[in-house]
T-cell receptor, first 119, second 110 residues
Framework: GAVVSQHPSWVICKSGTSVKIECRSL??????MFWYRQFPKQSLMLMAT?????????EQGVEKDKFLINHASLTLSTLTVTSAHPEDSSFYIC???????????????FGPGTRLTVL | SQQGEEDPQALSIQEGENATMNCSYK?????LQWYRQNSGRGLVHLIL?????REKHSGRLRVTLDTSKKSSSLLITASRAADTASYFC??????????FGTGTRLLVSP
C-alpha cells in the first residue's frame, strides 16, 4: 500500500524559532498533499492544500506567512512553522494523494504525524 | 463550520460486543470515508462508501450511508481490545478536500 512518512515525529523548540516538518510519499507520486492540524482529543482541521509546483491553497483563518508550505517535488512537501509560539503546539499530520490512482474517490494516505511542542 | 458531527463522543464496551458510531454531515458528498486513529498516531483508512451506495462491508466493519438524512454509521462487530482508538468520518465533497467529523473515542475492555 501507499506509504507516507513524516519527519521528525516529534520536535520541541523554543518560542521564536522556526521548525520545518517534512512529508514524503515513499512509493508513489503525490500530485497533491494536504496539511492538517489536530489539537488534543479533537478532530483534524485542514490547514492547506499543496499541489506540486504551485503555491499552496490555505484554508480560511490559516496564516500563510506563519505556515510556509513548499511542495517542490512529487514526493516531498514541507511545512515550516515560522517564529513558533506556544499556541502553535499541536499535532501536524500530512496526507498525500496520487491523482492517477485516487482518481475520483479522493483516497488520501496519511503520514504518522509530527508532535510540535513550543516552549 | 462544515465539520461533521459524530456521536457518541466516547464509547466504552466489552470485548465481543458490537460498537456503533454515527456521523452526520451538512453538504452533498461524493463519498464518505471512515478512518481510525490510535492515540498520538496517524490515520488509517478503513472504508470508503460512495454516495450511490447504501451499505458496505469489510471484514468486521459495516458502513451504512443515508444521503437523504446526511448521515452514516460504522458498526464494528465482535470488538477486540485492539479496536480501541478514535474513529473519524470524513466527507469528500468533490473539491479534493476531506472534511473530518468530530470523532468517536472507542474503548474496548478485555
Amino acid at each position: 500500500g501507499a506509504v507516507v512518512s513524516q519527519h521528525p515525529s516529534w520536535v520541541i523548540c523554543k518560542s521564536g524559532t522556526s521548525v520545518k516538518i517534512e512529508c514524503r510519499s515513499l512509493d508513489f507520486q503525490a500530485t497533491t498533499m494536504f496539511w492538517y492540524r489536530q489539537f488534543p482529543k479533537q478532530s483534524l482541521m485542514l490547514m492547506a492544500t499543496s499541489n506540486e509546483g504551485s503555491k499552496a491553497t490555505y484554508e480560511q483563518g490559516v496564516e500563510k506567512d506563519k505556515f510556509l508550505i513548499n511542495h517542490a517535488s512529487l514526493t516531498l512537501s514541507t511545512l515550516t512553522v515560522t517564529s513558533a509560539h506556544p499556541e502553535d503546539s499541536s499535532f501536524y499530520i500530512c496526507s498525500a494523494r496520487d491523482e492517477w490512482t485516487s482518481g475520483f474517490y479522493n483516497e488520501q494516505f496519511f503520514g504518522p504525524g509530527t508532535r510540535l511542542t513550543v516552549l | 463550520s462544515q465539520q461533521g458531527e459524530e456521536d457518541p463522543q466516547a464509547l466504552s464496551i466489552q470485548e465481543g460486543e458490537n460498537a456503533t458510531m454515527n456521523c452526520s454531515y451538512k453538504t452533498s458528498i461524493n463519498n464518505l470515508q471512515w478512518y481510525r486513529q490510535n492515540s498520538g498516531r496517524g490515520l488509517v483508512h478503513l472504508i470508503l462508501i460512495r454516495s450511490n451506495e447504501r451499505e458496505k462491508h469489510s471484514g468486521r466493519l459495516r458502513v451504512t450511508l443515508d444521503t437523504s438524512k446526511k448521515s452514516s454509521s460504522l458498526l464494528i462487530t465482535a470488538s477486540r481490545a485492539a479496536d480501541t482508538a478514535s474513529y473519524f468520518c470524513a466527507t469528500d465533497t468533490g473539491f479534493q478536500k476531506l472534511v473530518f467529523g468530530t470523532g468517536t473515542r472507542l474503548l474496548v475492555s478485555p
